[in-house]
């Protein structure tokens, strides 16, 4: 059982670059969650989606996009990348069956946008 | 909307005393969980401990408990003999506990912006 699993650990992009970040639970949770981390900052949330095929919006969606087509899978999209966007990346999921529904994180990726 | 607050960036503790990181929340609901997170160089994000706010009783893991005070809307996280793995940044977090639109829990998990805890050998 490897939990929540994420690739890449570490990207430098160039300005108007994509890509996508991955991420992969294999606990059978119906919800998942991406995450950034700006420096001497708490977690905030991009996307969010509690089961495949249903996706929405967080706090910071901007500059993002998702798509959940199957339980396992979360890839996040970075299209046009800007030095905004140098932070690092956490996707996480959980049961989504309420109570107090832990969430469980990945390793995080350390992207930087030059 | 809910905020949640670490007034304490940075804390230091003895290898093998106490110490006690501070969390405070803002919230207009009766029905909401408490978290507290490590996270260690790293950078995982390891959950420490949790606490519903429907229970009086304060949680402990091992050397880790809560002091949660529903009223005052604080919710410290006490460390006991402390160890040099402890170091790490420690986040508190809110979630409430209505259902999402959805019927499932939810989703919205609200951080502090931690405290860096230092275990001086």
């Known amino acids: 059982n490897a939990g929540v699993t994420q690739t890449p650990k570490f990207r430098i992009l160039k300005i108007g670059q994509s890509m996508t970040l991955q991420c992969t639970q294999d606990?059978?949770?119906?919800?998942m969650y991406w995450y950034r981390q700006d420096p001497g900052m708490g977690l905030k949330l991009i996307y969010y989606?509690?089961?495949?095929?249903?996706?929405d919006k967080g706090e910071v969606p901007n500059g993002y996009n998702v798509s959940r087509s199957t339980t396992e899978d979360f890839p996040l999209r970075l299209e046009l990348a800007a030095p905004s966007q140098t932070s690092v990346y956490f996707c996480a999921s959980s049961y989504g069956r309420g109570g107090p529904d832990t969430q469980y994180f990945g390793p995080g990726t350390r992207l930087t946008v030059l | 909307a809910q905020t949640v607050t670490q007034s304490q960036p940075e804390m230091s503790v003895q290898e093998a005393e106490t110490v006690t990181l501070s969390c405070t929340y803002d919230t207009s609901e009766s029905d909401y969980y408490l978290f507290w997170y490590k996270q260690p160089p790293s950078r995982q994000m390891i959950l420490v401990i949790r606490?519903?706010?429907?229970?009086?009783q304060n949680a402990t893991e091992n050397r880790f408990s809560v002091n949660f005070q529903k009223a005052a809307k604080s919710f410290s996280l006490k460390i006991s003999d402390s160890q040099l793995g402890d170091a790490a940044m420690y986040f508190c977090a809110y979630r409430s506990g209505g259902r999402s639109n959805s019927g499932g829990s939810n989703y919205k998990l609200t951080f502090g912006k931690g405290t860096l805890l230092t275990v001086n050998p």
């Open positions: 989606s509690v089961g495949a095929g249903i996706t």
């Open positions: 606490q519903e706010a429907y229970k009086q």
């Open positions: 606990m059978n949770h119906n919800y």
